[in-house]
């Protein structure tokens, strides 16, 4: 099969490479559509020691199974492989699996590929009617999606008067935007610093789209990070009200940026989120089906062969749109 292999630190290749085999309990899907998230760049750059070159990344796919007991179905793919045993499983939080793998990350092969190996249970089914294309970004629009509950949750308010606030017009953000207004929440504000991107999204009838530098102080109930650098950690203590949360995603940068003494003297909740459970997954899957979060005409799609120009795009700042999908 062809497929995208990242080859070290700021190289990708379009490359022949051996087919995937399905193992026990695995499906064999073709692969449709396949998004580049940010931990895909994270990789490019030689930022992610959890994902060593050469590797197949991607993980954010659909396609049709070609090879399994499902074969011939449109699916989804979740690519987060948990245990399903340990008490983390067990609790309905598999997120938290001690020993969960992702497609993209060793062992797994990603979905930046014609071909890729999926266990049975990750599988969602795609009704007909339903873009494949649309159908791929359940898994990063699960992120957000899991994010608003566990805020939503912690704030105990009726979300309809909430004020909102997300950091960072990538698909992570917009994402949580799009589940905060499925959600009933009337007034939601997304600040991207890039103007190309901003201009795009301000036609989003869901959320306000503005600058970095024009979120108000301490006005809003919850902040969403969706990109997680010290700048925004910062941005998201300035702007969160006191007894408000601050919903941390993103994983640009390990340290730094909280005012801990803000969120002490002002009893302001953190919490950190990773990914989504099954449930979350499907959930959201389910609010794509049902067009719950909006037409999703944002993406851009390109031929996965042109996934090099496409990683030294989002690169340089000259991508307007939020996801680039890749299509085999």
């Known amino acids: 099969m062809k497929a995208l292999i990242y080859q070290g630190a700021g190289r990708m290749g ?28 994270h990789a490019f750059l030689g930022h992610d020691e959890r994902r ?17 007991p499902a074969q011939g179905q449109r699916v989804t793919i979740n690519p987060l492989v948990t245990c399903g045993t340990c008490p983390a499983c067990r609790s309905g939080r598999g997120n938290l699996c001690a020993n969960r793998q992702i497609l993209s990350m060793p062992p797994r092969q990603g979905a930046f590929a014609e071909l890729v190996a999926v266990p049975h249970r990750n599988l969602v089914a795609v009704p007909d009617g339903v873009d494949l294309a649309n159908a791929a970004l359940c898994e990063p629009l699960a992120c957000g999606w899991h994010a608003v509950r566990l805020g939503l949750n912690a704030l105990g308010q009726i979300p309809d008067t909430l004020r909102c606030a997300v950091l960072g017009g990538g698909t992570i953000g917009v994402g949580a935007a799009l589940a905060l207004h499925a959600a009933g929440v009337a007034e939601i504000t997304l600040v991207e610093p890039n103007p190309i991107r901003r201009h795009r999204l301000a036609a989003m009838p869901e959320f306000t789209t503005m600058g970095s530098d024009q979120l108000p102080d301490s ?28 919903l941390h995603i993103g994983l640009g940068e390990a340290t730094g940026g909280l005012d801990v003494r803000r969120m002490t003297l002002q009893e ?18 389910q609010a794509i089906f049902d067009g719950r979060l909006g037409t999703l005409g944002w993406v851009d799609h390109r031929p996965l062969s042109d996934g090099p120009a496409a990683f030294d795009d989002i690169r340089a700042g000259r991508c307007a749109a939020p996801k680039i999908m890749l299509t085999p």
């Open 219 to 246: 006005s809003s109930d919850m902040v969403i990070d969706g990109v997680g650098h010290v700048a925004t950690r910062a941005a998201a203590c300035a702007a969160v009200r006191p007894g408000g949360a601050i």
């Open 52 to 68: 060593p070159a050469p590797l197949i990344l991607g993980h954010e796919a659909s396609g049709i199974v070609i090879d399994g």
């Open 14 to 41: 379009w490359c022949d490479s051996p087919d995937p085999v399905a193992g026990d309990g695995e499906s064999l899907v073709r692969v449709h559509h396949s998004g580049i998230c940010g931990s895909d760049m």
């Open 268 to 285: 302001i909740t953190f919490i950190g989120t990773y990914t989504y459970t099954d449930r979350d997954f499907r959930d959201t899957a």
